[in-house]
């Protein structure tokens, strides 16, 4: 391989154009050096999640001052008005039609503005070899890597990446949503190799969660050989399966967890998680339960809940 110095550039990329006239355009970081991979790095799709762009400072430090064989793409805030605006999704105003950047991949140059946006970066990501998109859970969601089962080349990312998790999903189901629009869907389905990392605690900079980050990259830019060191072989994955039945609120209401349940936990089909109750009249509405056995890797801790809103996430082991 051809290690070479890094050569840093940045440019300013522009995505579209509001109404007012004003352009939107994000930082693109560019680190170059000797042929090899070219790897794609995004964080920010969703406003509030902010250890993606602290991980990815922490990793310009590191690259300015490394060999590498390849080249490595950093935007570090892809969804400058939902950050801007300190919301997970982009205002409605700017795109009424599309609100998720998230649910847009991979874009449209006629579309709607995010749309537009994402088709502009697309642009980027089509060539890739390997591409990463940072997200940032809440504090009631397991830190994990989310890829396709039985596809080994987004599989070695993921175990690179090094979460103590790894949720897998069908490639038929390859979405958060079933959409089919998640950036993660729109790039497995052009052949690239992605996973999506969640890191722990949005809305603030959590030490621990951009730790993990820029040391889940730096990791799997050795596995690309990107980086001349030997990847660090991690603690073991806990490997889950995303294709279990979400728990769902039947009736809206207040969402009363059970004290004693934590992500992390296993629970038995048909174990209690909880209760939702009418406010007002202090009615049980719906005893919450498992759907099945498995992992609990979400939980809803923001307690008014709609009907038909997911309360629990569950995951079987592989
Ligand atoms: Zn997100």
Redesign the pocket.
Known sequence: MDYRAVTHTTTDRQLGRLPSGRDVSVTVHRYDGGSGPTVYIQAA??GI?LNGPAALRRLHDRLTDAAIAGTVLVVPVVNQLAFDHRS?MTPGEYDVMNPNL?RVWPGDVNGSLQEQFAARLWELVKDADAAVDL???TADMLEHVRCRADDPAAEGLAEAFGTAYRLTDAPKDTDDDGSGRTFRAAAAAAGIPVITA?LSN?RRIAEDAVAAGVDGIHNLLREQALLPEEPESKAAQTVLRNDAEPVTASESGLFECQPDIAVGDTVAAGERLGTVYEPASFEQQQVVSATERGVIFSLARESVVVQGERLAGIARPR
């Open positions: 799709q969703h999640e997970y998230n997200h940032t859970g969640e949005s």
